[in-house]
């Protein structure tokens, strides 16, 4: 018996094997009591440890992109820091359907070999199958034994036949990356993915054409035009598609249903108060300025405007802090979609009266005193007040899709978003930190375009600069945004002298006082980020892959780049606050500056008087008293209203979670994770004192309380 176990031993036999013999002899075996016996028992003892398995549990996730899952066959390799390396195992359920999109996949790997840690997998996939592409997200592998997980993030596409190596957190800065061929590989893979694109001239760069990786993974929520029919069959709002003008206001406010519910405006577009509110408080907030002197070319005086001050004197108004001015000058000469059609190219003066309320109090239609360009006052007949209003509005609503909403945020960003990717690898810690502020930005971009602002698309139909005037305001609005003044909040509130942390300064600019508290989290959580990776100017400059970026953020659009102005030392980075101030603007920008712009467009523009994008007619040139039924008039007919309506209520949708809750996690390192963590605790917190404040505003103020801030412009 003795030689049947050594030989057993020599031989390697399956451990399962002898331990059948070892039962099948146990009475003779067991009997054995001499040192001899005892040796058997070694014998036997250290046969059955060499047989045994190490076992591995491995999770795989498959990313939620189209064409995202595979039918090919996915092999893996486990390696720790000494040499030591598993077989190549092959990852496969019996009779299950592995590497789906989106899905989560377990496997159970053994081999002889025992890692207590491990350091980096290698992991390939061949051509097999219909569908072989594969785009993973990570994969997390855990020791039974030990119990201990190592997580390895990937989130690339899997080429076939290439052994990918990823290391345990993947989280490297590239001069520090054990694997420099494998990332430079991918990121020329990725150059000629995302190229740049000016698809109209003075517009910014976009995308030349979306990757797959940009595409939605489902379709719905963001098929406007499916969404619109749907909306209009279950509203009962068909009457509404045959056109005709309004019959009266009153019936206007009628039209809507539970489908859409009552927009805020219905209540409030006659008031002088919710007008001044809309200044500041709405979808154009950051336009109005302190008025430290009255511009010569507004035809107002002193006796004009003292009825309006409450006994104030002009120029202690002005000495006070209290009046304030907007100035669409940049509208002057501004194309319309056709003659028919007129962009007004007002001046407003607003005053914080005894309630701490900003209220208008002179408004010119156009730049230049003139007799037939009045300034319009709060004591003209009513429904001339009310016209002039609503074309102040008209022209404010240009401003706002063209460069607040569309210009600032949703383009700028494109372009911004195409050279993070050509330039920052997906192991590189700062494309963890902002990938999930640019989810769905390129494919929102890329279908409203297409559906809203195209020949004859919605902007065409709705507004009366159309995309002419559009496209053309966006090309002046992007000769003076900059990223240091306008796409850093506080510096862009200093600008127009209406930084404030005690609201003495126009009490009641709630976007102003929330922003700044989302604002600061934002830069709190961005310093810690890159204060963790980046610990001295010298590692900042040997970043190639950051000094890229940088590059190509400045580099003009002619010659291939963002032409960005106002990144910090022209986008050669050497100083930690450099990319604390790009990268807070950036997640500021995706997150809360669109939130802000974006969701409050239901409530003002369905209801056509209170923000209205289009008007018929011409500018009143005197004040003579007008009527509803001149108002009327001047609006969108039924069909065009069902459609501001529509699109409108669709862009209002938030589609995505909420600020710090990301849809993909991409960070893993515990340092960072950390950091996260601390972000969303003072999210919440933040969310709970905006919520205090609210049950004291009068309306409430709601865009941006955390909790509904979307990550990224994704609507």
């Known amino acids: ?3 049947i176990a050594t030989s057993l031993v020599r031989l390697q036999f399956p451990s399962c094997h002898v331990k059948q013999l070892l039962n099948h002899f146990g009475p003779q075996w067991s009997c054995l009591q001499s040192p001899r016996g005892s040796y058997l028992c070694w014998i036997s003892r250290q046969y059955t440890m060499a047989g045994k398995s190490a076992q591995y549990k491995v999770v795989v996730k498959t990313g939620d992109k189209k064409r995202a899952g595979t039918d090919a066959n996915v092999k893996i390799i486990l390696h720790d820091a000494k040499g030591q390396q598993t077989k190549a195992a092959k990852l496969d359920n019996f009779l299950r359907d592995d590497f789906e999109r989106g899905q989560r996949d377990k496997f159970t790997v053994k081999d002889a070999v025992d890692l207590s840690e491990i350091h980096q997998i290698e992991l390939w996939r061949d051509g097999a199958g219909l569908y072989s592409d594969w785009f993973c997200d990570y994969v997390e592998v855990t020791n039974s034994r030990t119990n201990q997980e190592f997580v390895f993030p990937i989130y690339r596409w899997i080429r076939p036949e290439y052994h990918y190596l990823i290391q345990h957190l993947d989280t490297f800065l590239p001069q520090n990356d054990p694997h420099k061929n494998q990332r430079n590989m991918d990121l020329e893979d990725i150059r000629e993915k995302y190229q740049y694109t000016q698809r109209v001239p003075g517009l910014p760069c976009q995308v030349k054409a979306i990757p797959d990786d940009e595409q939605f993974s489902f379709d719905y929520k963001w098929n406007i035009a499916k969404r619109k029919l749907k909306m209009i069959a279950d509203s009962k709002l068909q009457l509404l598609t045959q056109g005709g003008k309004w019959e009266g206001i009153q019936h206007l406010t009628k039209v809507f249903t539970n489908a859409f519910g009552e927009p805020l405006g219905c209540k409030r577009w006659s008031n002088d108060i919710f007008f001044g509110w809309q200044r500041i408080n709405s979808m154009n907030h950051s336009l109005i300025k ?7 070319k507004l035809g107002v005086t002193d006796i004009m405007l003292q009825p309006f001050l409450e006994g104030w004197p002009l120029h202690q108004v002005i000495e006070a802090k209290r009046l304030f001015i907007v100035d669409l ?8 979609k056709n003659e028919d059609f007129i962009c007004p190219v007002p001046i407003a003066l607003f005053f914080v009266n005894g309630d701490g309320r900003l209220v208008p109090i002179a408004i010119q239609l156009f730049q230049q005193k003139a007799n037939d360009n009045p300034v319009f006052l709060p004591t003209d007949p009513p429904y001339t007040w009310m016209m002039a209003k609503m074309w102040y509005n008209l022209g404010d609503a240009s401003y706002h899709q063209s460069l607040t909403h569309l210009g600032y945020t949703h383009l700028i960003m494109e ?3 195409v050279a993070f990717h050509r330039n920052l690898s997906q192991s590189h810690p ?3 930190l902002l990938a999930p502020h640019f989810l769905y930005l390129i494919a929102i971009n890329t279908r409203g375009l297409e559906l809203l602002v195209a020949p004859n698309g919605w902007v065409d139909k709705t507004m009366n600069i159309g ?4 496209f ?8 003076e945004w900059r ?3 306008h796409g850093t909040l506080p510096e862009d509130l200093k600008r127009r002298g209406v930084y404030c942390l005690n609201g003495k300064i126009l009490p009641g600019y709630y976007f102003r006082d929330d922003a700044l508290l989302l604002y600061d989290a934002i830069k709190n959580y961005v310093t810690k980020y890159i204060n963790l990776y980046y610990d001295s100017p010298e590692t900042i400059e040997k970043d190639w892959e950051l000094q890229n970026f940088g590059r190509e953020l400045t580099l003009s659009r002619e010659e291939g780049g963002c032409g960005l102005l106002g990144v910090p030392f022209d986008g050669k980075f050497d100083k930690p606050e450099q990319l604390i101030m790009v990268f807070t603007c950036i997640i500021y920008t995706c997150s809360v500056a669109h939130a802000s712009t974006n969701f409050p467009q239901y409530d003002e523009y369905a209801f056509p008087p209170n923000y209205p994008a289009s008007m018929n007619g011409v500018p009143p040139k005197d004040k003579s008293p007008l009527t509803e039924e001149d108002i009327l008039m001047t609006l969108p007919d039924k069909k065009t209203t069902l459609d501001v309506m529509t699109v409108t209520k669709i862009l209002s949708d938030r589609g995505t979670k909420s600020l710090g809750d990301f849809e993909v996690q991409y960070i893993f390192d515990p340092d960072a994770k950390q950091i996260v963590q601390e972000f969303r605790a003072e999210l919440k917190e933040i969310s709970m004192k905006i919520k205090r404040s609210n049950e004291h505003r009068n309306p409430k103020y709601e865009w941006l309380d955390p909790e509904v801030v979307p990550n990224s412009i994704s609507i």
């Open 472 to 479: 053309e305001l966006i090309a002046r609005g992007l000769k």
């Open 1 to 3: 018996m003795l030689s």
């Open 329 to 336: 000058e940049i509208l002057q000469d501004l194309p319309c």
């Open 483 to 485: 990223m240091d003044v």
């Open 467 to 470: 995309i002419k005037g559009m």
């Open 415 to 417: 372009g911004v978003c």
């Open 290 to 296: 302190l008025c430290t002197e009255i511009p010569k």
């Open 430 to 432: 700062l494309f963890k």
